[in-house]
């Protein structure tokens, strides 16, 4: 996100990312990947992925949060009800680490009490307007640090735990 | 400032602080408090300055933002034109280092592109709802990270330079 809280421009673009885009430097996503066996993503988020190619979430059950039909040609699953719903059925096949992401359904994950860990990289942006990652009256929820670290383009990440409420 | 980008509940408490409160902890403040000579601050946080003895900001020259009038037993001024204003008037009197405080006044500041350093403190707490730091379509601002650190129960704090735009 920009340091004013923002995952996109109004518009969805995240062109404003390419300020920490530099080849070979991933911050971590694919030893973090690695360990994800299913992806719970938000219907915009699975737009911006599907204008990748390739398909960034190859290997991975890819389950898409939205109430519209979906029109997804890598195997992604549509789900329209409450998370704690899905949770409970993703579990029941056996997923042990869900990658939730996409601004609403990790808002959605943490009022529901679902999310165990949050990575956020900042990038060293004020946008100054965009859609937000957090806001909408969530619950407050304490947070244990587990890791920071920052680069030399000025991106700092932060991975915390979710304390138990 | 919350995770969630929030520098107060919504009624202006700030008693989630109190997880990060610790004796003879400052996490740099005086440090950086002794290179000011002058603050410029809101009204908002100005009140709260007011509620602690003593008066936190004891030798330095205060002025805050308000257009409606002021009450201050501390020697503090009144201002309530643009900020540019202030800034070149505070210049004619020998001002070098103004530590602008409070979410409205950052604000007016960064929009009017007179913030050179922006030093943020991320306390480890998801508040949910409150008075938010950014917001408000300021105009783009790329940063430069000048440091980052972290202490054992979780603050994160972020210094950076605001990119000439």
Known sequence: MSL???????????DWLARVEHAGEDYGFQRFFDTVDTLAIGRNTWEVACGFDPWPYQGKRCVVLTHRPLDGHHGEERFAGPVRQL????ATWGTR????????????????????ALTLSIIPIVLG????????ELPEK???LDETRSWPNGLVQVRYRVAAS
């Open 129 to 136: 307007e965009g859609i937000p990652l957090f806001g909408g």
């Open 4 to 14: 004013d809280g923002y995952i996109a421009r109004k518009d969805g673009s995240i």
């Open 87 to 90: 949770v409970e059925s993703l």
């Open 97 to 116: 680490h869900v990658y939730v992401d996409g601004g609403q359904t990790v808002r959605q994950f943490l009022a529901a009490g679902l999310i165990d």
């Open 142 to 144: 304490g947070l244990v």
